[in-house]
């Protein structure tokens, strides 16, 4: 039983379209994250949801919109997906006063 | 503002050999570190952490780390490489109730 689950795994998509990533957790954290890493293997913070609130939006595109239906879930929808979005976006879980994450297993986005 | 930095961005070791991987912080406060994994394809995996109890942490796959307050340094060490620990690795500090920031990685390179 998957800790943090993230889908889909993969995905390839023509610029301009729009795309989402799906995480949940069930390791009954307070705290989810999205992370994007590049091609060098440089990890970013991008947005953080503690109980459902957004309490981090890094400076990232408004193209990117995290969604947080519940504590377990937190969704990252990207429009007018460009070139340069290509990456590796994982997503995170702790308790927030810990810091320990655990990850998920990466969504690979190849934006052509 | 809390930072990591990893010295080297690759380390090769032959099998058998000792792994020294390099990590220095920056904290404002008494931080909380930590040394992920991550293998091809695959989300992170922590390694272990320190929050303020035992200097010297054990981890999980044979690896160990020091935290030194007076040289601000939490090296990563494993008395003998094994060619299953060829990876990437990342150093990374949290003040608690803040996100964690990741070093740039340091990829193990280990030769037969």
């Known amino acids: 039983d998957t800790a943090v689950s993230q889908t889909p795994k993969y995905l390839v998509t023509q610029m301009g379209n729009d795309k989402s990533i799906k995480c949940e957790q069930n390791?009954?954290?307070?705290?989810m994250y999205w992370y994007k890493q590049d091609s060098k293997k440089f990890l970013k913070i991008m947005f953080s949801y503690n109980n459902k609130e957004l309490i981090i939006n890094e400076t990232v595109p408004n193209r990117f919109s995290p969604k947080s239906p519940d504590k377990a879930h937190l969704n990252l929808h990207i429009n007018s997906l460009e070139l340069g979005d290509s990456a590796v976006y994982f997503c995170?879980?702790?308790?927030?006063?810990?810091?320990?994450?655990?990850f998920g297993e990466g969504s690979r986005l190849t934006v052509l | 503002a809390q930072s990591v930095t990893q010295l080297g961005s690759h380390v090769s070791v032959s099998e058998g050999a000792l792994v020294l991987l390099r990590c220095n912080y920056s904290s404002s406060v008494p931080p909380y570190l930590f040394w992920y994994v991550q293998y091809p394809n695959q989300g992170l995996q922590l390694l272990l952490k320190y929050t303020s109890a035992a200097t010297l942490v054990k981890g999980i796959n044979g690896f160990e780390a020091e935290f030194k307050k007076s040289e601000t340094s939490f090296h990563l060490t494993k008395p003998s490489a094994h060619m299953s620990d060829a990876a990437e690795y990342f150093c990374?500090?949290?003040?608690?109730?803040?996100?964690?920031?990741f070093g740039k990685g340091t990829m193990l390179l280990v030769s037969p």
């Open positions: 990374a500090v949290s003040e608690g109730y803040s996100t964690l920031t």
């Open positions: 390791l009954g954290h307070d705290t």
């Open positions: 995170a879980s702790s308790f927030r006063e810990y810091g320990e994450l655990f």
